[in-house]
C-alpha cells in the first residue's frame, strides 16, 4: 500500500510563493493519478490540480489555473504543488492523493472526484495572509 508524506506548508504572504512536496513510499509511475485537494475550514474538500501519471497530463481549478503548477520527480516519487502568487482565500489544509488506477485520456475536472482516491496523505497547512 503507497503512502504518502506532504510537507512544505506554512505561513506566506499574499503574492509571494510556496512550494509542497508530497513523498510516495513507492513507486507511482504507472498508471496513478495523483491530486492536491484542499480544505478550509467550514468548506468542503476541493480538488486544486490533479495529475494523470498514465497520460501525461495535468488539470488546474479554475480558481489556481495561471498560479499553481503541480509536477512529479519520478526518480524521487514525490509530487508538487508550487504555488505562485498565493491569495489569501488560499488558506486551507493540503492534501496529496492518489488512485491507483487513472484512464488513459487527457487529464479533466473528472480527477477532481474525490471518491476516486484510496490513498491519503495527512495533510499540510498553507495560511496565507494579505
Known amino acids: 500500500q503507497v503512502q504518502l508524506v506532504e510537507s512544505g506548508g506554512g505561513s506566506v504572504q499574499a503574492g509571494g510563493s510556496l512550494r509542497l512536496s508530497c513523498a510516495a513510499s513507492?513507486?507511482?509511475?504507472?498508471?496513478?493519478?495523483m491530486a492536491w485537494f484542499r480544505q478550509a475550514p467550514g468548506k468542503e474538500r476541493e480538488g486544486v490540480a490533479a495529475?494523470?501519471?498514465?497520460?501525461?497530463?495535468?488539470y488546474y481549478a479554475d480558481s489556481v489555473n495561471g498560479r499553481f503548477t503541480i509536477s512529479r520527480d519520478a526518480a524521487k516519487n514525490t509530487l508538487y504543488l508550487q504555488m505562485n502568487s498565493p491569495k489569501p482565500e488560499d488558506t486551507a489544509m493540503y492534501y496529496c492523493?492518489?488512485?491507483?488506477?487513472?484512464?488513459?485520456?487527457?487529464?479533466?475536472?473528472?480527477?477532481?472526484?474525490?471518491?476516486?482516491?484510496?490513498?491519503w496523505g495527512q495533510g499540510t497547512q498553507v495560511t496565507v495572509s494579505s
Open positions: 492523493a492518489a488512485a491507483s488506477w487513472c484512464p488513459f485520456r487527457p487529464a479533466s475536472r473528472d480527477l477532481f472526484t474525490i471518491q476516486m482516491y484510496t490513498i
Open positions: 513507492t513507486d507511482t509511475s504507472t498508471n496513478y493519478c
Open positions: 495529475f494523470n501519471v498514465r497520460h501525461g497530463s495535468t
